[in-house]
């Protein structure tokens, strides 16, 4: 696609559940980060990959964080056992190299 | 580990005025420091960006000044306009991964 695209843009959920966060990065950038913005607030950085691989997870808040990336594409961020703390948008963005990075428009989580 | 301060935190300033944005990083080996601006609602972009290897930057309105002897860059927006109010991110690149600082929240009065 044109650019990166993040799904679903709005999620409910009740505290406890489990919720996947999708992310379509542009096609050939091989970078893709992870960032979470709870309102008001500056951007967290929560974990970036290299292709398929995780260079530097120490983003992430806990172990109930998980991401993965296959094929050098898509991007699934997971959240298990949700708290209401977890409510934000998670951004994603993509890069060809180190430069500018395009950012998605957000997945917003709303714990319940 | 990699640190980004931005001052200040929200700036107020008439429209006509200049904006003077100002972070300063910790990690040595960061060479690319690009500046996001994030309006209401909306996705981060970036608006200007400069790397180690030169000092001073211009984009029209928009300048960006960097002293790798002091780790600071800083942002200039001149002759702002109602439409510059936003909030503004700057960030370091170091081996691929991006910190962001807090941000500052810009206020162009008309």
């Known amino acids: 696609g044109a650019g990166v695209s993040q799904s679903p843009s709005n999620k409910v959920t009740e505290k406890g559940k489990d919720v996947e966060l999708r992310c379509d990065p542009i096609s050939g950038h091989t970078a893709l980060y992870w960032y979470r913005q709870r309102l008001g607030q500056g951007l967290e950085f929560l974990i970036y990959f290299q292709g398929n691989s995780a260079p530097d997870k120490s983003g992430l808040p806990s172990d109930r964080f998980s991401a993965e990336r296959t094929g050098e594409s898509v991007s699934t961020l997971t959240i298990q056992r949700t708290q209401q703390e977890d409510s934000a948008v998670y951004l994603c963005?993509?890069?060809?190299?180190?430069?500018?990075?395009?950012f998605g428009e957000g997945s917003r989580l709303t714990v319940l | 580990g990699e640190n980004v301060e931005q001052h200040p935190s929200t700036l107020s300033v008439q429209e006509g005025d200049s904006a003077v944005i100002k972070c300063t990083y910790s990690d040595s080996a960061s060479n690319y420091f690009p500046w996001y601006k994030q309006e209401l609602g909306k996705r981060p972009q970036l608006i200007i960006d400069?790397?180690?290897?030169?000092g001073e930057k211009k984009d029209q309105r928009i300048a960006v000044t960097l002293n790798k002897t002091a780790k600071h860059f800083s942002l200039h927006i001149t002759e702002t306009q109602p439409e510059d109010s936003a909030v503004y991110f700057c960030?370091?690149?170091?081996?691929?991964?991006?910190?962001f600082g807090a941000g500052t929240r810009l206020f162009v009065k008309a």
């Open positions: 963005a993509s890069s060809l190299a180190i430069g500018e990075l395009f």
């Open positions: 400069i790397r180690s290897n030169v």
């Open positions: 960030a370091q690149e170091g081996g691929f991964k991006t910190i």
